[in-house]
């Protein structure tokens, strides 16, 4: 059985129709409907028993609600990155203070960089994207931390085009990677076991596994049959929004394991 599970989220400021985004602004960001679809995540989560803890947004950092990125959070040790975006890195601030509270916490500092998004933690493994957000020296420093707590780091070099290695992969369990074909490869995951998606549904690829459920994006039926193929319950949410500002599911928490220290 797996220790408590809680979460630190932080709502979506009024700035965040000027979140950064690589993608054509095509159609605007409706910032009372992202917060919509963000509370409704939130209730998500709750409804599975995670403990959630929710920052307040500040207007100043328009992707302040995409927490995932700030900090990397195992057992007692949290990790505050530093952005591979210059304009995030005001964020980390109420991120640290909020973990201060319960973890020792180490500040990543220059010429580090290092995006939470970059970040696959399953099992004792840190699967560590080299993408245009995360540098060399990140990932050392991710080593430096880490591995003497019993966590292997495993760096790999995902597409150019994607923003984050998560735009791709996810763990949906302790033992389980969702990966979408063509986009990830077969070898980042070994020994692990990854449940393939269809590469036009690469972006639900990017889920949040609690138990024998997962939250995944509305709009992907494979995955979604896929995953209940495998014995899954899925909750569909809404994300439209976040997407729209290149966040996914994954970005919106910090979600980690609290209580029993584990074993390692
Ligand atoms: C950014 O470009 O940094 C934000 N607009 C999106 C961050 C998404 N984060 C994530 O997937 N971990």
């Given at each position: 059985m797996r220790n408590h599970l809680k979460a630190l989220v932080r709502a979506i400021p009024?700035?965040?129709?000027?979140a950064t985004t690589g993608q054509p602004k095509t159609e605007p960001i409706d910032v009372e409907k992202a917060r919509r679809q963000h509370r409704s995540y939130i209730a998500a989560l709750r409804s599975l028993g995670v403990d959630v803890t929710e920052l307040p947004h500040d207007n100043?950092?328009?992707?302040?609600?995409?927490?995932?990125?700030q900090a990397i959070v195992c057992d007692e040790l949290a990790l505050i990155t530093r952005s591979g975006l210059a304009s995030r890195r005001g964020e980390a601030n109420a991120v640290a203070e909020a973990l201060e509270t319960h973890h020792t916490t180490i500040r990543m500092q220059s010429p580090a960089c290092l995006d939470g998004g970059d970040v696959l933690h399953i099992d004792d493994c840190l699967i560590v994207g080299l993408s245009g957000r995360t540098n060399d020296v990140g990932v050392a420093v991710l080593r430096e931390v880490f591995e003497p707590h019993g966590l292997h780091v495993r760096a790999v070099r995902p597409d150019v085009d994607q923003l984050h290695l998560k735009c791709v992969c996810s763990a949906v369990t302790s033992n389980l990677v969702v990966a979408a074909e063509h986009l990830a490869q077969p070898s980042w995951f070994e020994p692990f076991d990854v449940l393939w998606i269809p590469r036009e549904e690469?972006?639900?690829?990017n889920l949040v596994g609690i138990d024998e459920t997962v939250l995944i994006p509305a709009g992907f039926p494979k995955t979604k049959e896929r995953l209940e193929a495998f014995g899954f319950r899925t909750v569909v949410l809404e994300n439209s929004e976040i997407r729209k500002a290149d966040?996914?599911?994954?970005?919106c928490s910090i979600l980690y394991e609290w209580g029993i220290v584990s074993h390692r």
């Open positions: 009024d700035s965040f129709a000027m100043r950092y328009p992707d302040c609600c995409f927490v995932e990125d690469a972006y639900a690829s966040g996914a599911l994954t970005c």
